[in-house]
């Protein structure tokens, strides 16, 4: 079954760790996204990606780091950086190429730092 | 700034009810409106939308933009306790492809 992969669902930190949440998608799509939802904010885009090895920051991009050396992949490391991590991360994919605007979502990451 | 607003932001019903929600924008290279609907983690598409006037159906959900006005509504007719979600409604511009600015989203509830 083609779809994105994110892991892990629920993850607890301390203050000043930085994690990693893993995006992996089996759509051959070329576009991926990395969006924040917080209560009452809908979502924020942090980074997103058009092709491999390139990746442009979001509107939110401050304290979060990404890379995109495989197609499939696209992994977004939240560092000590960010004041205000804990948030739901939902990871998203596209076609690029026919840019019809609808993005497919993961099932999220929930992080929460104590 | 590229601006989506949703409104209500929450909104309770009772099944059979029919329920109208709201999302106007304020963007530059307006390209296209979506809706998606969130029921606990992965939201899932529901329409896009790029046209005036032309209303998309899918059941009993039904949405319609207005270019002129900036806006886009949601109906959902006869509604149900499985319609109970957070909508989000989402703008997508002529410069980026892909790229879309959300709204904040409405709760609805549908008891039975």
């Known amino acids: 079954d083609g779809g994105i992969t994110q892991s892990p669902k629920y993850l607890f930190r301390k203050e000043g760790q930085n994690v990693t949440l893993s995006c992996e998608q089996n759509?051959?799509?070329?576009?991926m996204y990395w969006y924040r939802q917080d209560p009452g904010q809908g979502l924020r885009l942090i980074y997103y990606?058009?092709?491999?090895?390139?990746?442009q920051k979001g509107d939110i991009a401050e304290g979060y780091s990404v890379s995109r050396e495989k197609k499939e992949s696209f992994p977004l490391t939240v560092t000590s950086a960010q004041k205000n991590p804990t948030a739901f991360y939902l990871c998203?994919?596209?076609?690029?190429?026919?840019?019809?605007?609808?993005?497919?979502f993961g099932e999220g990451s929930r992080l929460t730092v104590l | 700034e590229d601006k989506v607003v949703q409104s209500p932001l929450s909104l309770v019903v009772h099944e059979g009810d029919t329920v109208t929600l709201n999302c106007s924008y304020e963007?530059?290279?307006?390209?296209?409106l979506l809706w998606y609907k969130q029921e606990k983690k992965a939201p899932t598409f529901l329409f896009m939308l790029?046209?005036?006037?032309i209303e998309k159906k899918s059941g009993r959900l039904s949405s319609i933009l207005d270019k002129k006005e900036l806006f886009s509504i949601l109906n959902i007719t006869a509604t149900q306790t499985g319609d109970s979600a957070i909508y989000l409604c989402?703008?997508?511009?002529?410069?980026?492809?892909?790229?879309?600015?959300f709204g904040q989203g409405t709760i609805l509830t549908v008891h039975p």
């Open positions: 998203a994919s596209s076609y690029r190429a026919v840019n019809t605007g609808e993005l497919f």
């Open positions: 759509l051959n799509h070329d576009a």
């Open positions: 990606s058009q092709i491999v090895n390139d990746f």
């Open positions: 963007v530059t290279n307006f390209r296209s």
């Open positions: 790029t046209s005036s006037g």
């Open positions: 989402a703008v997508g511009l002529r410069t980026s492809y892909g790229k879309l600015t």
